[in-house]
């Protein structure tokens, strides 16, 4: 296929027919193919690893149903001979638990080869994921695992598994259509899955019970709130994976930042300006670090508490603290404290001063 300004057809879905290149050009489909036996005397007439291709290519149009593949077999010139809807369907109904294991595995292989060659990936830098939940509304009931969700809707809320750093590249969506939102256990399934989608090199030593000897790579692993619970970060600590989650709200935190408030705020030594990505100052953004402040006992040896403040802007929904000019986030962390590439004033978290301020 030519892409040009001066031809005389309109082509729908051409940069699906990129995309579909380049994950032939990867192997794609035949790494997926050797996981689905031949039931009859013959093979199918559509290979399915080929079939999980062209669905692949689907999904990522914008389809919904297996019917929806025919958006694909209209453009045969750009996709070749895809099958029909029925056998997509067929396709999935074959995917028994064993063969969902073995199209794991394959997957990794394929990605693995893609992370050698990928220059982000090489050195040792730390690997950071990104867990989230991700709401599918849904307008029928018989779909199997379907439940209502607390937005209001119906439909799948699974969780997904993003690295965000060096690239940024989908790891694995958690397979139960509803997740729950504090469930330790969904939490570390969905984790234990990202980990195995790594390269060997950087998954060694991130296993349950893995020596940390054996860790020659640092992974950190990022999640809101929902992942704020004390089986998690646990799990985290003993897969030698660092953390960094969203705190809730609760009255140990709120007495801390108003500690701060009353006695740090008015001599500027407890809120330091935050930094941009770019490492310049954020003139809006202060953080604080309150470890002093709150009993972190209950969490693994090393974790840090941070808040960071930010002046509220005409229709900002307050959260973490009550406040009428700021409002505040804080997470749970365990990664080492990183030196500023500028001098900043010193974190002082001792009471300094009587004086109340205006915060």
Not at 78 to 104: A, K
Not at 107 to 118: C, D, E, H, I, T
Not at 217 to 224: A, E, F, L, P, S
Request: aromatic letters at 6%.
């Amino acid at each position: 296929m030519v892409v040009g300004g001066a031809g005389t057809q309109v082509v729908a879905h051409a940069g699906l027919h990129a995309l579909g290149r380049f994950a032939d050009k990867i192997g794609v489909g035949q790494a997926l193919s050797p996981a689905f036996p031949w039931t009859g005397e013959r093979a199918p007439a559509h290979d399915r690893g080929k079939v999980l291709t062209h669905v692949m290519l689907m999904l990522t149009g914008g389809g919904e149903s297996c019917a929806d593949i025919e958006q694909l077999r209209i453009q045969d010139q750009l996709f070749g001979d895809v099958c029909s809807d029925s056998t997509v369907h067929r396709s999935f109904h074959q995917v028994t638990p064993t063969i969902l294991t073995d199209l794991t595995v394959r997957f990794a292989m394929v990605r693995n080869r893609m992370w050698a060659q990928l220059p982000a990936v090489a050195g040792n830098g730390m690997i950071v994921l990104d867990i989230d939940a991700s709401l599918v509304q849904v307008h029928s009931e018989n779909k199997e695992e379907t439940a209502p969700n607390y937005k209001g809707g119906f439909g799948f809320h699974p969780l997904l598994c993003f690295p965000t750093r060096p690239v940024t590249r989908s790891l694995r969506c958690y397979a139960r259509g509803n997740a729950g939102s504090n469930t330790v256990t969904d939490h570390l399934t969905v984790l234990d899955a990202a980990v195995a989608q790594l390269p060997a090199a950087i998954a060694a030593g991130h296993h349950v019970g893995d020596d940390p000897t054996f860790v020659a790579r640092r992974v950190q692993v990022r999640t809101d709130s929902a992942g704020c619970t004390d089986g998690f970060i646990n799990g985290c600590r003993a897969r030698n994976i660092g953390f960094a989650v969203v705190a809730r709200t609760s009255t140990k935190i709120q007495s801390s930042i108003q500690k701060i408030q009353t006695f740090g705020a008015a001599s500027n030594k407890s809120w330091q300006p935050a930094l941009r990505a770019n490492r310049d100052i954020a003139e809006r953004s202060h953080v604080a670090e309150i470890i002093s402040l709150v009993d972190l006992s209950d969490m693994p040896a090393g974790t840090r508490l941070i808040v960071r403040r930010e002046r509220l802007h005409p229709g900002a929904q307050r959260s973490l603290f009550p406040c009428t000019l700021y409002r505040y986030w804080g997470h749970y962390t365990d990664n080492p404290t990183r030196r500023r590439s500028r001098p900043m004033p010193t974190c002082a978290l001792t009471p300094t001063s009587r004086t109340t301020s205006n915060a």
